[in-house]
């Protein structure tokens, strides 16, 4: 424990000294010259101050004062010592903790700074306990964060795996989420909820028929309209949830098909009409399907998806989000490579031949 006695008396000063190192095992810091002593302690690295009333340049009151605005001392204890009993409310009100008084009784006096003594242990236990418990609830909380990314992935992957070979278009097309929406200069928090949440965007999936989810050629009108159920009905699985994150997935289940002129599914919204984080899924979504090999198509290069986004800006996409997908293309492309590595390269298909409608359906 590290002690501060302040006082300009030097018998005081040596007297205040012995007792409080009879009263514990203490680092002791005294000084005669009140403004010294706080020029010492503004590491905040004190545990009992024993501070004087009459002292020249600074008195006791006001150096209880200055010592309380340093940080780390608010709330040591403080002894406040004194002849006279008249300035204790003002000593209160700065701050003081406990009083000693001149002539001091030495068995008062080193009781008293015992007391203060444990007073600071009991502090010092109480913050280390708060710091490890505050230590606790991070990991904790990082902990379910992991948990609830797992599970939300492994779920979502119920409904793309009867879509892929592999089920990592939702991986991908989430993180490209998270780029476009930090490249928008969306806050962490509103960053997180949307990767998390985009891959639920194909739920709905899981109640449309492989015949028409896996058919090879161009899908009919019924069946377009077949499959475009699929965002209404991912809406409907998850837009009543107590869950913020399961109400952001519905969101883009039900929007990441509208598009900015309007023309889309399955409500026709236009332009800033459609959530942010389903224009954001729409440009994520398409850019990864056309990239990805489909039982209707081969995959695109990304240079090609990359043109097919530009010339729909404004059209199909918002232009803010292919823009901000653009600054951040370089991260894409790493994305998109991350699980093609090693692969043999396949051919391309151009893209006057995808399926009609059909790119991120």
Request: glycine share 8%; net charge negative; hydrophobic share 45%.
């Amino acid at each position: 424990m590290r002690v501060l006695i302040v006082d300009d008396s030097v018998s005081s000063l040596a007297l205040l000294q012995q007792l409080v190192q009879a009263a514990g095992d203490c680092d002791v810091l005294a000084f005669t010259d009140p403004l010294a002593a706080l020029a010492a302690v503004q590491d905040g690295r004190i545990d009992l101050a024993l501070v004087d009333y009459i002292m020249p340049g600074l008195d006791g009151i006001e150096m209880i004062g200055r010592l309380r605005a340093v940080a780390g001392l608010e709330d040591i204890p403080i002894i406040f010592v004194t002849a006279s009993g008249s300035i204790r409310q003002g000593a209160l009100d700065a701050g003081a903790t406990d009083f000693l008084t001149k002539p001091m009784d030495p068995a008062e006096a080193k009781s008293r700074i015992k007391n203060m003594l444990k007073l600071r242990e009991s502090q010092n236990v109480l913050r280390d306990r708060a710091a490890w418990l505050g230590e606790e609830v991070t990991k904790a909380t990082a902990a379910l964060a992991a948990r609830e990314e797992e599970i939300i992935l492994r779920l979502s992957r119920a409904a793309e795996y009867r879509d892929t070979d592999t089920g990592q278009h939702i991986v991908r097309m989430a993180q490209y989420c998270r780029l476009i929406g930090q490249a928008l200069e969306l806050d962490e928090e509103s960053c997180r909820s949307l990767y998390l949440a985009a891959p639920m965007h194909d739920l709905g999936k899981i109640a449309i028929s492989d015949a028409i989810l896996l058919k090879a050629g161009k899908l009919s009108p019924e069946e377009r309209l077949v499959m475009e159920q699929h965002t209404t009905l991912g809406f409907e699985i998850l837009f009543d949830s107590d869950c913020e994150l399961i109400k952001i997935g519905a969101e883009i289940a039900r929007s990441h098909h509208e598009r900015w002129d309007g023309t889309g599914y399955p409500r026709g919204l236009r332009g800033a009409e459609i959530p942010l984080f389903g224009r954001i899924a729409a440009v994520a979504d398409v850019f990864d399907a056309l990239t990805s090999e489909r039982p209707y198509k081969r995959a695109w290069t990304a240079d090609e998806a990359l043109a097919y986004l530009l010339e729909q800006a404004g059209k199909h996409f918002d232009p803010l989000c292919v823009e901000a997908f653009v600054r951040r293309w370089d991260e894409v492309l790493a994305i998109h490579r991350g699980d093609r590595e090693g692969r043999a390269a396949r051919p391309t298909s151009s893209p006057h031949r995808l399926r009609a409608g059909a790119a991120g359906a």
